[in-house]
Nanobody, 124 residues
């Protein structure tokens, strides 16, 4: 019902910025919860940021708070992750996820749809 495609990743030096995009198609996208996750080599998938449609609230992992911003554009059916002041430890594959039940928290098993990911590499 929903397809997600991430883009915008790349190679950037520490302190730089990237803006990730998640293009979505399908019904009732605006009512879904949205989240960004990342997975570094040899590491577990971790929550980065979430957007709650019902409350218009955003949630961030402590490691990215103040540096990353999640947003959405309903007219374009897109979700974004603005990443500033990037650090080498931000290096990972970043995934966009959607929950048909409106979940936007840290539990990745609660998301129903996933993109294929986009690589972000931050050099020292």
């Amino acid at each position: 019902q929903v397809q997600l495609v991430e883009s915008g990743g790349g190679l950037v030096q520490a302190g730089g910025s990237l803006r990730l995009s998640c293009a979505a198609s399908g019904r009732t996208f605006s009512s879904y919860g949205m989240g960004w996750f990342r997975q570094a080599p040899g590491k577990e998938r971790e929550f980065v940021a979430g957007f709650s449609w019902s409350g218009g609230s955003t949630y961030y992992a402590d490691s990215v708070k103040g540096r990353f911003t999640i947003s959405r554009d309903n007219a374009k059916n897109a979700v974004f992750l603005q990443m500033n002041s990037l650090k080498p430890e931000d290096t990972a594959v970043y995934y966009c996820a959607a929950s048909r039940r409106g979940y936007s928290g840290t539990y990745y098993q609660r998301y129903d749809y996933w993109g294929q990911g986009t690589q972000v590499t931050v050099s020292s």
